[in-house]
C-alpha cells in the first residue's frame, strides 16, 4: 500500500526568505513522487517528480525538490519565496508495486503556503 | 492547446436530483480519473477508467456513475444516493505509465440548494 503525509497544514513564509514544505511518504517498492501546486478554484498544476537518479530535482517557477530514501522524505523547496507563490501544495506518491495496470496517485491532505510581504 | 476541460464550473442540485459532472481531454491520454476535494481532506479517488469501456471503483464511489463510451470523455454523475455531494469535483487524465504525471482540469464546485 502507498500513502503520504503533509505534516504541516500550514506554513507561512516571509517574501525573499527560503520555503520548504514538507512531504513524507510509505510505498512497498520504489517511489515515484510528484509535487502539485493549486491556486483557489483551479486545479492542480504539476511543479516536480521524481522517478529515480538525481536526488535533488528541479521544477517549475524555480520550486526544486530533495528525495531522502533514508527519511522517505521529498520535500518541496524554494530560494527565495514570492507573493505569488502563496497557495495549496500537494505530496503524491505511486507505487512500482502498483497492482497490475493500476496507476492510481495517493495524495497527501495539502499545505497552504502564505507568503508575507 | 491540449488540455482537460470540466464543465460547468459551478453546479447547483436539488434534493432528490441526479447530476452529471462533464470532463473532456484533448490531450490522447488513455486514463482517466475523477477526485472530490473538501477542506482539509486533499484529493480522494471516486472512479478511474485506464481505456475506453472499462472502469473502476475509487475509495469512495458510492453514490456516483462513470461511463467512459470515448477516450476524450469520462462524464461522472451524482445521483440522490450521494447525501452529502457538496465538494470541489477535479477531473484528471494521464498517459498509463507509471513515471508520468497527471493532468488536472479547473474543477466543478457542486453545491446543494
Known amino acids: 500500500a502507498q500513502s503520504v503525509a503533509q505534516p504541516e497544514d500550514q506554513v507561512n513564509v516571509a517574501e525573499g526568505n527560503p520555503l520548504t514544505v514538507k512531504c513524507t511518504y510509505s510505498?512497498?517498492?520504489?517511489?515515484?513522487l510528484f509535487w502539485y501546486v493549486q491556486y483557489p478554484n483551479r486545479g492542480l498544476q504539476f511543479l516536480l517528480k521524481y522517478i529515480t537518479g538525481d536526488n535533488l530535482v528541479k521544477g517549475s517557477y524555480g520550486f526544486e525538490a530533495e528525495f531522502n530514501k533514508s527519511q522517505t522524505s521529498f520535500h518541496l523547496k524554494k530560494p527565495s519565496a514570492l507573493v505569488s507563490d502563496s497557495a495549496l501544495y500537494f505530496c503524491a506518491v505511486r507505487d512500482s508495486y502498483s497492482g497490475a495496470g493500476s496507476y492510481q496517485l495517493t495524495f497527501g491532505k495539502g499545505t497552504k503556503l502564505s507568503v508575507i510581504p | 492547446d491540449g488540455g482537460i476541460t470540466q464543465s460547468p464550473k459551478y453546479l447547483f442540485r436539488k434534493e432528490g436530483q441526479n447530476v452529471t459532472l462533464s470532463c473532456e481531454q484533448n490531450l490522447n491520454h488513455d486514463a482517466m480519473y475523477w477526485y472530490r476535494q473538501d477542506p482539509g481532506q486533499g484529493l480522494r479517488l471516486i472512479y478511474y477508467s485506464q481505456i475506453v469501456n472499462d472502469f473502476q471503483k475509487g475509495d469512495i464511489a458510492e453514490g456516483y456513475s462513470v461511463s467512459r463510451e470515448k477516450k476524450e470523455s469520462f462524464p461522472l454523475t451524482v445521483t440522490s444516493a450521494q447525501k452529502n455531494p457538496t465538494a470541489f469535483y477535479l477531473c484528471a487524465s494521464s498517459i498509463p505509465v507509471l513515471n508520468q504525471p497527471q493532468h488536472f482540469g479547473d474543477g466543478t464546485r457542486l453545491s446543494i440548494l
Open positions: 510505498v512497498s517498492g520504489n517511489p515515484y
